[in-house]
């Protein structure tokens, strides 16, 4: 390799994964993985999870798209729902006013199925309810490499993200992975679990907009609070009550707000 050719990085081994590589760069990935064979074993490895998940979301990606989720449908919904979410806006004022934000977050229960960010929640469940049961690969990056887990997601996601630290809750971080988003954009899921063997998902997924307020929805015994910020769209699932998970949400967005400064520092 000369001086005028880049190394091979972390992001041309992903990108292989991928099969994204334009071919004159998949000619020196695939040199360079002869050459090492302990990360082709990775790389292979990593392959093979990729398979997995395609498979298991196979079934999903086939269905139908809901009429709910239709884009017709999400227009007509805005549509509909400017003047009531105006009202609500005024209400929570009073409310936040007269009681305090948590509290009145606390006892409101929002429909999953309210626009594009309800799509986002949806799909935040259905990989909860498709990892939290995976003994043997529940993660593809596990935490005892949390620097290389951090620069792989962010990479991915095309922003710095952070790992918060739930250990005041009795949550250990397990580790995370790459998902497919419903969108053109990626997703990303970590995974943490307590001493009770409890396990609680906190999902990510760029290229969303719009507000910042927690809501909350249930899907059977699945809670999950979600918001969007910067850009980032964020739900934490568990199978726990609302008012346990309430405090957790409050501790992600406080760790994710005040790590702001530091990721925009020159």
Do not use: C
């Not at 309210?114 to 799909?123: A, E, K, L, R, T």
């Not at 997703?187 to 907009?209: F, I, K, P, Q």
């Amino acid at each position: 390799m000369t001086n005028h050719e880049s190394p091979i990085g972390e992001d041309d081994l992903h990108a292989y994964v991928d099969r994204r590589l334009p071919q004159d760069r998949l000619e020196k990935v695939e040199a360079y993985l002869k050459s090492n064979p302990d990360v082709a074993a990775q790389i292979s490895a990593w392959r093979t999870q990729r398979e997995t998940l395609r498979d298991q979301l196979a079934s999903k990606a086939a269905e139908p798209i809901p009429a709910r989720h239709r884009i017709s449908n999400i227009r007509a919904i805005r549509r509909q729902g400017r003047l009531r979410q105006l009202n609500l806006m005024a209400a929570s004022v009073l409310l936040l006013v007269a009681g305090g934000a948590t509290g009145w977050i606390a006892k409101t229960e929002w429909p999953a199925s309210s626009g594009v960010q309800g799509v986002m929640v949806s799909d935040a469940i259905s990989a909860y309810r498709t990892f939290v049961v995976d003994a043997a690969h529940p993660v593809e990056v596990k935490a005892t490499e949390q620097d290389h887990l951090v620069q792989w997601l962010s990479n991915r996601l095309g922003q710095p993200i952070k790992t918060p630290d739930l250990t005041g809750f009795g949550f250990r971080l397990m580790g995370g992975r790459v998902l497919p988003a419903a969108t053109n954009g990626v997703a990303a899921m970590l995974m943490y679990d307590d001493d009770h063997g409890t396990r609680l998902t906190l999902y990510l997924r760029n290229g969303e907009s719009g507000e910042t307020a927690y809501r909350f929805v249930r899907e059977g015994n699945i809670s999950a609070f979600y918001w969007i910020d910067r850009g980032l769209g964020f739900a934490l699932s568990a199978a726990a009550s609302r008012e346990r998970l309430l405090p957790i949400v409050d501790a992600v967005h406080h760790q994710i707000e005040k790590s702001k400064p530091l990721n925009n520092k020159s």
